[in-house]
């Protein structure tokens, strides 16, 4: 992968710049914008058309989530929402809106850096040690104001399968081993869930797999 174009909007000036200096130290990515609120990432946004935009969740002017529902409905920006807290109430509301995964603030330098390729290449996931508990109760929170969408019987019993490791929180080398299947097999279940049933990444599939009960939040997953 190379070439990644990145823009970081928070408004703590320091968590701008450190997080420029540690990606921008990376060859293969480019930070193109710093900003410090919700309206400017926006603009950045749509200006820039970043592959990912590293977006904190409270900022002046318009919050993290309004701007995470503009830019997910108007590029194809992958939003990477950051956040002081994990288990912060706002995170459900980010993922809703369309968000890719969240980061906490304190996050490594290299898990930074992972993160950003990783959403870039659409293998998004939330934070490995609150991804279940996290999704968990941000499907018993949400209220469904419609309802549901996405229909599961269109998946095939292999991708409903792969669907359900997905929403575990297992990664496509995990899935594979799993299921005795090589990772590009698991690629192409994966794509062709997404594709299927409408979503924009791996992050709205698991989301998909607890509403439609493929996975019951509180019970054993055996």
Request: negative net charge; aromatic residues 4%; contains cysteine.
């Amino acid at each position: 992968m190379s070439g990644l174009r990145v823009v970081i909007a928070d408004d703590q000036e320091l968590v701008r710049a450190g997080f420029g200096m540690i990606l921008e130290a990376q060859p293969d990515i480019e930070v193109v914008a710093e900003v410090g609120d919700g309206i400017e990432a926006v603009e950045a946004a749509r200006a820039h058309r970043p592959d990912v935009l590293l977006l904190d969740i409270r900022m002046p002017r318009m919050d993290g989530i309004e701007a995470a529902g503009i830019v997910s409905a108007e590029t194809a920006c992958r939003v990477l929402m950051l956040t002081t807290f994990d288990l912060d109430d706002y995170v459900f509301e980010a993922l809703r809106a369309g968000a890719s995964g969240f980061l906490l603030k304190d996050v490594r330098r290299d898990d930074l850096v992972h993160a950003v390729r990783v959403v870039a290449a659409g293998e998004s996931l939330l934070a490995p040690s609150v991804t279940r508990k996290l999704i968990a109760e941000f499907t018993s929170r949400a209220p469904a104001a419609k309802p549901p969408a996405r229909e599961l019987g269109v998946l095939t019993a292999r991708e409903l399968e792969t669907l359900r490791m997905i929403a575990l929180g297992q990664s496509n080398a995990e899935i594979a081993a799993t299921m005795v299947l090589s990772e590009h097999t698991v690629k192409t279940h994966v794509s062709n869930i997404l594709t299927k049933l409408g979503l924009r990444d791996r992050v709205q599939a698991v989301i998909a797999a607890y509403e439609g009960r493929l996975i019951v939040p509180g019970r054993g997953q055996d």
